[in-house]
């Protein structure tokens, strides 16, 4: 078991190259902290210094309070789980959960009897002598999982481990290490682009961007309380919609624009960004205000429906989403007018894209 304690943390590449920059973390001993943000912003670079197969070039990394920036990874504590399986595709399953315990020389009961009781935990007992390629791929997954387990480390990392399965599996694998985190309680920090991924399985969720940290916080409050457009948009599915507006008499108007301002909202730029979620823009009329729109496409998704429309003189893109049964009388070209959900509105700051209203952490 262990708490991280990341000050400063930055990296740079032949001296000029950047990739992160100032990272604060103070991830609590048995926490999920998921680390999430598009290609490139330095979520895996992150990990990898965390597991001393980077080099940490600013900044402190601490594990139980004991700096660990010069300790080689072996000494760490940690076990890795990567994109890729690694298995030894020539070895069993056994034999590639047992092999790092066969390096360090423990004893051979001792091997059994953790790699037993791993793939019970794993649902792998009766597929422990087969060999990597008589496996689907949520099993060759399930090995590589098992394969750290047997270490029993302080810290388990993963590098985007699902990213290679197909969606019903990686829904599967998602409610599987949700259940492994709770049965071991032991701290895992888990890398993924995959905003759902990060929701689902995270108690915290650090969101990075350009190698900096957004905003840290628990799923709910990035969902809620977003600190920046760029949060906002990133987490949620469809992502957030967002108008140009001018603060007028306790409005929001712009072109076929009309939305309540938030009461007790405090004073306000002259112009704001409104943020609206899909799901918050509704065909029946509310206190919110109203959006008229052109629709554009229609995409029905199961029992629901997102509506493509383009809003205003510069048609500006809105995705609202609704029940299916509702828009039987609605084409390509057909005027549309959505209510928002009271209460639903979010505010920024049109230049430096911050929150106004409601104000997320950033960390």
């Keep these: 078991m262990a708490e991280l304690t990341l000050r400063g943390i930055g990296k740079v590449y032949n001296k000029d190259v950047r990739v992160l920059s100032g990272i604060d973390l103070d991830i609590k001993d048995g926490e999920f902290l998921v680390l999430v943000g598009p290609s490139g912003c330095g979520k895996s670079t992150l990990l990898r210094m965390i597991a001393g197969l980077e080099e940490i070039t ?35 399953v056994r034999q590639n959960m047992a092999f790092s ?40 997954q399930r090995v590589a999982i098992g394969r750290a387990i047997v270490r029993r480390p302080q ?13 019903n599996l990686r829904g599967q694998m998602r409610v599987e290490l949700k259940s492994l985190h709770r049965t071991l309680g032991t701290t895992m920090i888990y890398v993924t682009h995959d905003q759902i ?16 940290a957004r905003q840290v916080d628990t799923p709910s409050g990035l969902y809620d309380t977003p600190n920046s457009r760029f949060v906002a948009s990133f987490i949620g599915s469809p992502p957030m919609n967002f108008l140009e507006t001018t603060v007028k008499e306790g409005s929001l108007v712009a072109p076929s624009v009309n939305l309540t301002l938030p009461p007790d909202v405090g004073p306000l730029p002259p112009k704001v960004l409104v ?11 509310t206190n919110g205000g109203y ?29 609202a989403q609704v029940e299916a049964n509702l828009i039987a009388d609605y084409e390509h070209g057909s005027p549309i007018r959505f209510w928002a959900s009271d209460g639903a509105i ?18």
């Design 58 to 92: 600013e900044g402190t990394l601490a594990i139980n309070g004991k700096v660990v920036n010069d300790l080689p990874p072996k000494d760490r504590d940690l076990a890795m789980v990567f994109q890729s399986y690694a298995l030894y595709p020539h070895m069993s």
């Design 101 to 140: 315990l066969k390096i360090r020389k423990v004893a051979d009961d001792e091997i059994n009897t953790k790699v037993e009781e791993a793939a019970a935990m794993l649902g792998l007992d009766k597929l422990l002598d087969r060999l990597p390629k008589e496996l689907s791929g949520g099993q060759r």
């Design 155 to 167: 810290v388990f990392l993963f590098d985007e481990p699902l990213s290679n399965l197909d969606a």
């Design 197 to 212: 991924e990060a929701m689902t399985l995270a108690d915290r969720i650090c969101v990075l961007e350009g190698g900096h």
């Design 275 to 285: 943020g609206l979620r899909p799901h918050e823009l509704g065909l029946k009329p």
């Design 291 to 319: 959006i008229d729109a052109t629709v554009d496409v229609i995409e029905t998704v199961g029992w629901d429906a997102h509506i493509h429309t383009k809003v205003g003189p510069d048609e500006t893109d809105v995705l």
């Design 346 to 363: 979010k505010l920024f700051d049109p230049e430096t894209e911050k929150a106004l209203w409601p104000k997320g952490r950033a960390s």
